[in-house]
């Protein structure tokens, strides 16, 4: 066991002193909706809503879709209405 926590990592190294692979540079993804103020979620507007949501039909996470807190609450509301209305799946597959 004592052995086993001597196994300093090495494997992952890289002479880049600023290389993190916990922390890669990332370009910082805007807000979809804050970029267009023109954009406005519809429920019923299921081509829109896509975007949101995977290929199983699950609603993406903030950290793919870039949205701010506001507006992520907004999608993820207009994704369950429209699931409620059968304009989107509940599951895929
Ligand atoms: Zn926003």
Request: charged content about 35%; proline content about 4%.
């Amino acid at each position: 066991m004592a052995d086993k926590k001597n196994n300093n990592r090495k494997n992952n190294r890289n002479n880049d002193e600023d290389y993190n692979p916990r922390f890669r540079k990332m370009r910082k993804k805007v807000c979809p909706l804050c970029a267009d103020k023109n954009l406005v979620l519809d429920y019923k507007n299921a081509e829109q809503l896509r975007k949101f949501v995977n290929d199983k039909g699950k609603i993406l996470p903030r950290r793919a879709t870039g949205a701010c807190a506001k507006h992520q609450r907004d999608i993820t509301l207009a994704v369950k209405r429209a699931r409620q209305i059968a304009v989107l799946p509940y599951a895929e597959n």
